[in-house]
């Protein structure tokens, strides 16, 4: 059975870092994209950043130069480490398995809530 | 960058059809994608590559794509089909290539 369980989140100062991990089961992160995508409360679903199966990574304007996508193929675990954060990057993360072009984001993490907060 | 619009809400009737519109620059080219999303939860797969279920999603679910607008029906609505949904596309234009809709509420009355 696929699982992706988020962990990490929580109440950072705006500046701070985080760093948020996505254990996999059921599957092999190392041979699928895999992306973060977040929610700020009450919004709808913004991508954050992609690691492709061969490596390369991506990310959104909004993040880009902040955020750093990685995974450790040993532990089977997506991670996204953040700094410099900003109020506006208070949601709830999502880690979400990602089938291609054709296939949309098939598993998806139940999420952890990251509050950016003075 | 591509952006997809979707009508913030859609009211409709127990056993009635909903249909919640995505339009975007020539979409019928591209590959989209629908989620549904219940309070509190993560979204869920109900529609991929325009109009195929995944394994267990009601056949009540189905979806198309032409032009610049493509669309999620809900056939004889239930009470448990209230819920957010997303459109999504893979844009090959751009080195940020996933793109999310604006959502749509959809209220069963």
């Known amino acids: 059975e696929v699982q992706l369980v988020e962990t990490g989140g929580g109440l950072i100062q705006p500046g701070g870092s985080l760093r948020l991990s996505c254990a996999a089961s059921?599957?092999?992160?190392?041979?699928?994209?895999m992306s973060w995508v977040r929610q700020a409360p009450g919004k709808g679903l913004e991508w954050v950043s992609v690691?492709?199966?061969?490596?390369?990574?991506y990310y959104a304007d909004s993040v880009k130069g902040r955020f750093t996508i990685s995974r450790d193929n040993s532990k089977n675990t997506l991670y996204l480490q953040m700094n410099s954060l900003r109020a506006e990057d208070t949601a709830v993360y999502y880690c979400?398995?990602?089938?291609?072009?054709?296939?949309?984001?098939?598993?998806w993490g139940q999420g952890t809530l990251v509050t950016v907060s003075s | 960058s591509y952006v997809l619009t979707q009508p913030p809400s859609v009211s409709v009737a127990p056993g009635q059809t909903a249909r919640i519109t995505c339009g975007g620059n020539?979409?019928?080219?591209?590959?989209v994608h629908w989620y549904q999303q219940k309070p509190g939860q993560a979204p869920v797969l109900v529609v991929y590559?325009?109009?195929d279920r995944p394994s267990g999603i009601p056949e009540r679910f189905s979806g198309s794509n032409s032009g610049n607008t493509a669309t999620l029906t809900i056939s004889r609505v239930e009470a448990g089909d209230e819920a957010d949904y997303y459109c999504?596309?893979?844009?090959?234009?751009?080195?940020?290539?996933?793109?999310f809709g604006t959502g749509t509420k959809v209220t069963v009355l």
């Open positions: 979400a398995r990602d089938q291609g072009r054709a296939l949309g984001f098939d598993y």
């Open positions: 059921g599957f092999t992160v190392s041979s699928n994209y």
């Open positions: 690691i492709y199966s061969g490596g390369s990574t």
């Open positions: 020539n979409i019928g080219s591209k590959s």
């Open positions: 590559d325009d109009s």
């Open positions: 999504q596309v893979w844009d090959s234009s751009s080195d940020h290539p996933y793109v």
